[in-house]
């Protein structure tokens, strides 16, 4: 297998289930050559429909191991201001200095412009805007230039400029705050080596559509199949190697030709 991620460190925030996303991110790094420090946040996904997998981050750490990679987890909140940097401060002691920051944890709890409030509207900005951009310009504060590797920097969007996404006033306010922000950071660290970019995988099957849900969704694919999260690993893996270095300031949609209504 080709390892052209060897010796570099990733930080992926959001690898708490399964079928999710950052799961998929983990494995694909891995798989390439990258040791893998993850985070999760089960009192988040306890909140959620799909509820937590409570033994999901130890399973994911002995898979990316038996793999032969590092790899190390942290449970935390990202919705505390300290945890970014107490996030790098562990990766740091447990691995080294990281070289790739995968931006995925995400908080998603709208529900209508009716129960739009103050409360809700700073949970998502938070974990959405704040921790994002703390744990970039922290990244980038902390980078080192070893052994010639470069810097990457990955953050996840979900197409807010592509059309509205009604009822997720909250999230796709934060979340499309991440595209600007990804632009106007990559000309201002591209001279220390550290690339950024974001990415925006479409309506992904992470195991929260029901069957009406994929019903609605699949004839807009000219694919003929939804979004997996394996295809939005491949590309994050894609965009960590040295392939990519010119690619920075980029907001790509990666959506299988997703036909909006």
Not at 5 to 32: D, M, P
């Amino acid at each position: 297998m080709e390892q052209r991620l060897q010796g570099h460190i990733a930080v992926v925030t959001g690898a708490s289930r399964r079928e999710g996303i950052g799961t998929a991110i983990c494995r694909s790094l891995a798989s390439a050559g990258a040791d893998i420090f993850f985070t999760v946040w089960r009192e988040y996904d306890d909140s959620m429909p799909w509820g937590s997998e409570r033994e999901w981050a130890g399973l994911l750490r002995n898979e990316i191991q038996a793999m032969g990679r590092r790899c190390e987890s942290i449970e935390i909140d990202l919705s505390d201001a300290n945890a970014p940097a107490r996030l790098l401060d562990s990766v740091s002691e447990k691995l080294g200095s990281p070289t790739i920051l995968v931006n995925n944890a995400t908080h998603d709890a709208s529900n209508g412009y009716m129960n739009v409030d103050a409360k809700s509207f700073d949970k998502h900005y938070e974990v959405n805007v704040r921790a994002t951009c703390l744990l970039c310009v922290e990244f980038a504060r902390r980078f080192k230039k070893e052994n010639c590797k470069a810097g990457r920097i990955v953050n996840l969007t979900s197409g807010q400029e592509q059309g509205p996404m009604i009822g997720s006033l909250e999230y796709v306010a934060t979340k499309g705050a991440i595209s600007a922000f990804t632009r106007s950071l990559a000309p201002e660290i591209a001279s220390l080596g550290i690339t950024v970019n974001a990415v925006n995988p479409g309506p992904t099957d992470t195991g929260w559509m029901t069957d009406s849900i994929k019903q609605h969704l699949l004839p807009r694919f000219p694919t003929g199949r939804i979004g997996l999260p394996e295809d939005t690993a491949r590309l994050i893996t894609f965009l960590a190697s040295d392939e990519a270095e010119w690619i920075t300031g980029q907001v790509i949609h990666s959506e299988g030709g997703f036909i909006r209504a």
